[in-house]
């Protein structure tokens, strides 16, 4: 049994899904009793409500496992101690396989959220257990909140630089690097950065305005009128102050790996913003 962590999540449904569909059985670790059914509805074995930070719910969620796919809260002031939970109740179950889910550039101390993960790299590194560490960039899927409004101004707009180069990277692609990782034992005490090709808000709009046949220009969402959204949409304070450092960095630096890694996990190149783009206006249409 493989247990996944923030199983209800965006990044939790697609790696479940992607196990569930690759026939492996899946506890889903949940925080509320509403993600529990939804869960069910994509096939898992098992589904449980548990709290990271707190030892005796991670305790309880590891118990029975073989492995590990553990996604961590995005933006949680308790980075370090839901990483010590995990690791430490890993160890006492004997769980044989561990893949931590983490994020590009965790070297970055200017990105305290990245930064605060370098911690829980150094103590998974430590702790004894055949791992795998994902360094992940930032997923094309960001941005299908708003699709539809996309669509209807023909204005593609984030909180940073227009030429900012990022390398975005397709879910899909993530999940299924992901799943190839956990079945594959060799890939034990591996760092592998997980990023998709470069790309500018600039060129997204370009391609955008190529595939959807409609003209798209790239706009940056002024920082203050960004988090002004963002409060009136629930995002507490914690998230808020990650995300005014965040912004800032990336119109300074983007976000850029290599998507060679990706490329040999696959065994085929990463998939293109435009195949993305393809994709996402088929489903819609
Ligand atoms: N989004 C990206 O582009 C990206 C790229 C690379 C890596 N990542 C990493 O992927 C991870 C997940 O990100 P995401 O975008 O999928 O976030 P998300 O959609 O917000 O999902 C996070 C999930 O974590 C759950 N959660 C929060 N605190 C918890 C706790 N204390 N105990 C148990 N569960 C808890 C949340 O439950 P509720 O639904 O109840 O709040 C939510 O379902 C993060 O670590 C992020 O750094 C994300």
Not at 95 to 108: E, G, I, M
Not at 203 to 221: F, H, N, Y
Not at 264 to 281: D, H, K, Q
Request: with cysteine.
């Amino acid at each position: 049994m493989i247990l996944v962590t923030c199983a209800a999540g965006k990044t939790g449904k697609a790696i479940v899904g992607a196990l569930v569909g690759a026939g492996y059985p899946v506890r889903a670790m949940v925080r509320t009793e509403k993600s529990l059914e939804s869960l069910k509805k994509l096939g898992v074995k098992e589904a449980l409500v548990g709290n990271l930070a707190l030892f005796e719910d991670v305790l309880r969620a590891t118990e029975n496992i073989c492995s590990v796919y553990y996604i961590a809260p995005n933006m949680d002031p308790n980075e370090r101690l839901n990483g010590k939970n995990i690791i430490t109740a890993c160890q006492a179950q004997k769980v044989s396989r561990f893949v931590f889910h983490s994020v590009l550039h965790t070297q970055v101390e200017a990105l305290p959220h990245h930064w605060e993960r370098h911690f829980v790299e150094q103590s998974i590194l430590n702790a004894k257990i055949p791992f795998t560490i994902l360094q992940v960039g930032s997923y094309m899927q960001n941005m299908l909140p708003a699709w539809g409004q996309m669509l209807e101004t023909g204005i593609h707009r984030m909180a940073y630089d227009v030429d900012a180069p990022m390398s975005l990277v397709d879910l899909d692609d993530v999940s299924e690097a992901a799943v190839k990782v956990l079945a594959d034992a060799s890939y034990a005490n591996g760092i592998f950065e997980i990023a998709g090709p470069i790309i500018s808000l600039k060129q997204k709009a370009q391609i955008l305005s190529e595939v959807l046949k409609i003209e798209v220009s790239a706009e940056k969402e002024a920082l203050e009128d960004f988090l002004r959204h963002g409060k009136s949409l629930g995002f507490n304070d914690f998230t808020l102050s990650m995300m005014s450092k965040m912004f800032p960095y990336y119109d300074e630096n983007g976000l850029v790996g290599c998507d060679k890694t990706l490329g040999w996990i696959l065994g085929r190149s990463p998939t293109s913003f435009e195949a993305f783009v393809r994709r996402t206006a088929a489903s819609f249409s």
